[in-house]
């Protein structure tokens, strides 16, 4: 397995120690994003994209972040829970979504993604500078996937096409085939008339 590309999206004048994002490709064929770039006390490093951890109320089943002693949802009061700790003691509110599983991955994407680094701080610094961070991966499409993509954008139903959009809704309000003067007419003899 190999990285073949690392983008790089630098934080501007962050007070934490938040440095930037990245995201990693792998063998031309995978990406993982929102790696997140991290000053640490022995220089910057690699922290892996991750979500909340949350629990459910007893009450309504709501998930809430494992904190809260409120539900998000009902106000009920919640169970003070147990926050699971790491081997260094530290609470555990975040889990990985993506992360290596060994030693010798984790180095290889560290070491990658803070040289690359380095090389956009040195970039940021010149005229003109440009992030590629946000540039759609789409154009590593070949011609057959945007094919597909176009078939499958022109069968869908348009804005315009669909009955609820520019007046020709049948419902409630108004019987099907029925004119907005019709309308108009009957709310000007009395409101509520003709309601059945």
């Given at each position: 397995?190999?990285?073949?590309e ?8 962050s007070?934490?120690?938040l440095?930037?994002?990245?995201s ?24 892996m994209?991750?979500r ?6 007893g009450?309504?089943?709501t ?5 809260a ?7 009920g009061?919640?169970?003070i ?5 790491d081997n ?5 509110l975040?889990a ?7 030693a ?7 070491n ?20 590629r ?8 499409w ?7 993509v ?29 004119s ?12 509520g008339?003709?309601?059945?």
């Open positions: 397995m190999r990285i073949t690392v983008r790089i999206k630098l934080t501007e004048n007070e934490d120690r440095r930037g994002f990245c990693i490709t792998f063998d031309d064929c995978f990406v993982v994003r929102d790696l997140k770039i991290i000053e640490g006390n022995n220089g910057p490093f690699v922290a994209p991750s909340k951890l949350s629990s459910h109320c009450k309504c089943g998930k809430n972040h494992l904190r002693r409120f539900c998000n949802q009902c106000g009061r919640q169970k829970e147990t926050i699971p700790h260094t003691g530290r609470a555990r975040y990985d979504i993506a992360h290596p599983v060994n010798p991955c984790r180095e290889m994407i560290q990658r993604v803070i040289e690359e680094f380095r090389k956009e701080l040195e970039l940021s610094r010149q005229p003109g500078y440009v992030s961070y946000d540039e759609d991966y789409a154009s590593d070949g011609p057959e996937d945007v094919e597909t176009s078939r499958a954008e022109s069968a869908a139903p348009r804005r315009a096409d669909l009955p609820h959009v520019g007046g020709t809704t049948s419902g409630p309000h108004k019987a099907p085939g029925e907005s003067e019709a309308v108009k007419k009957e709310r000007a003899d009395g409101f008339d003709g309601i059945q």
